[in-house]
């Protein structure tokens, strides 16, 4: 099951026509080999993704309700699937409030992963959780980008090239506030793009004076931005075939590339950058050998950033990275 698959059957479905006074009727297809899921559009004509839910007692999760999404739990619904009699059942609905084409087939990206996620007969509390995971993702995309398309590339690139993207993947972004983009056990890597021919990057203070007993490193490549490259939306697809038993860290993929994007996530997932450049570029150093600021800095100064050129400077080869710690091996690209 893809994404086109989901979009496909979403498209083929004609609105559904008021058959009875019940305001929640659909017009549904099930997904392929999942029984207790529908690809649906409303009344209105919106995208919309329906769970066979069993009755629950105790109280139902709340809705949720965004500028782009909307979910509501345990719904009494008529769903009608082609030349099928209408019939009834309890329903969670998952509604795509824009019809943009672009957020349209965004919403139908996840709600696979989370399909996947769930499996057959979702449990209440597992329904609830991947859905509020749902309208996390969409939540930031409404948000200002809060990191450059070029870094993003640069980290999504590493991921996509590494020996295991489960690993890299489980170790990217542990923490938004974290100085570095990659962290486990005692290793710690950062990611530099740049947009020059300049092996030039800008660092902090803290990245160049990691903690005591960690091996922290920079990974360098140059991007550059070439019509029919590789987009970020293709490394996206590489990574997910290589991590598509673990639904969690699928979710997480999207939740962190959503986060950073924000408003841009539509158009900024097929801007598409020369893969051979960063291929070739890519080269790692020791953040505690290359130029920098170090030791103690004075009283009351702190978040001191600076840029350093890494030009001519010896970089690290793979098996010296591996030496250091084992777990650079997963971190570093394929022969």
């Given at each position: 099951m893809t994404v086109t698959d989901l979009f496909r059957i979403y498209d083929e479905i004609l609105v559904p026509e008021r058959g009875s006074d019940n305001d929640l009727q659909f017009a549904v297809r099930p997904v392929p080999d999942q029984g207790a899921y529908f690809v649906g559009k409303d009344m209105a004509g919106m995208a919309c993704l329906l769970v066979e839910t069993a009755k629950g007692t105790g109280r139902k999760p709340p809705p949720i309700r965004l500028e782009n999404l909307e979910a509501q739990f345990e719904l009494v619904c008529q769903i009608a699937d082609g030349g099928e009699p209408p019939r009834e059942g309890q329903f969670t609905v998952i509604r795509c409030r824009s019809s943009q084409k672009e957020t349209v087939q965004y919403f139908f990206s996840v709600c696979r992963i989370l399909i996947q996620h769930l499996g057959g007969c979702p449990s209440r509390l597992a329904l609830a959780a991947a859905v509020r995971r749902l309208a996390s993702i969409f939540q930031s995309i409404r948000k200002p980008p809060v990191r450059s398309l070029n870094g993003l590339f640069g980290e999504m690139f590493v991921i996509a090239s590494s020996r295991s993207p489960t690993r890299a993947v489980a170790a990217w972004r542990v923490e938004e506030t974290s100085r570095f983009d990659f962290a486990a056990g005692d290793v710690r890597m950062d990611v530099k793009s740049s947009a020059g021919r300049l092996r030039k990057h800008a660092f902090s203070y803290d990245q160049c004076n990691p903690p005591p007993n960690t091996h922290a490193i920079v990974a360098s490549l140059m991007v550059e931005r070439i019509p029919g490259g590789t987009s970020i939306e293709d490394l996206i697809v590489a990574t997910e075939a290589r991590i598509s038993g673990d639904a969690g860290l699928l979710l997480k993929l999207h939740d962190v590339v959503a986060s950073t994007l924000g408003t841009d996530t539509s158009e900024a997932l097929r801007v598409t950058f020369d893969h051979r450049l960063?291929?070739?570029?890519?080269?790692?150093?020791?953040?505690?050998?290359?130029?920098?600021?170090?030791?103690?800095?004075?009283?009351?100064v702190s978040d001191l950033r600076f840029n350093v050129d890494l030009t001519g400077l010896p970089p690290l080869d793979v098996e010296t990275l591996s030496d250091r710690d084992p777990y650079f091996w997963d971190l570093v690209p394929r022969d």
């Amino acid at each position: 099951m893809t994404v086109t698959d989901l979009f496909r059957i979403y498209d083929e479905i004609l609105v559904p026509e008021r058959g009875s006074d019940n305001d929640l009727q659909f017009a549904v297809r099930p997904v392929p080999d999942q029984g207790a899921y529908f690809v649906g559009k409303d009344m209105a004509g919106m995208a919309c993704l329906l769970v066979e839910t069993a009755k629950g007692t105790g109280r139902k999760p709340p809705p949720i309700r965004l500028e782009n999404l909307e979910a509501q739990f345990e719904l009494v619904c008529q769903i009608a699937d082609g030349g099928e009699p209408p019939r009834e059942g309890q329903f969670t609905v998952i509604r795509c409030r824009s019809s943009q084409k672009e957020t349209v087939q965004y919403f139908f990206s996840v709600c696979r992963i989370l399909i996947q996620h769930l499996g057959g007969c979702p449990s209440r509390l597992a329904l609830a959780a991947a859905v509020r995971r749902l309208a996390s993702i969409f939540q930031s995309i409404r948000k200002p980008p809060v990191r450059s398309l070029n870094g993003l590339f640069g980290e999504m690139f590493v991921i996509a090239s590494s020996r295991s993207p489960t690993r890299a993947v489980a170790a990217w972004r542990v923490e938004e506030t974290s100085r570095f983009d990659f962290a486990a056990g005692d290793v710690r890597m950062d990611v530099k793009s740049s947009a020059g021919r300049l092996r030039k990057h800008a660092f902090s203070y803290d990245q160049c004076n990691p903690p005591p007993n960690t091996h922290a490193i920079v990974a360098s490549l140059m991007v550059e931005r070439i019509p029919g490259g590789t987009s970020i939306e293709d490394l996206i697809v590489a990574t997910e075939a290589r991590i598509s038993g673990d639904a969690g860290l699928l979710l997480k993929l999207h939740d962190v590339v959503a986060s950073t994007l924000g408003t841009d996530t539509s158009e900024a997932l097929r801007v598409t950058f020369d893969h051979r450049l960063a291929s070739s570029s890519l080269q790692f150093f020791d953040l505690r050998e290359i130029p920098a600021v170090r030791g103690s800095l004075p009283p009351r100064v702190s978040d001191l950033r600076f840029n350093v050129d890494l030009t001519g400077l010896p970089p690290l080869d793979v098996e010296t990275l591996s030496d250091r710690d084992p777990y650079f091996w997963d971190l570093v690209p394929r022969d």
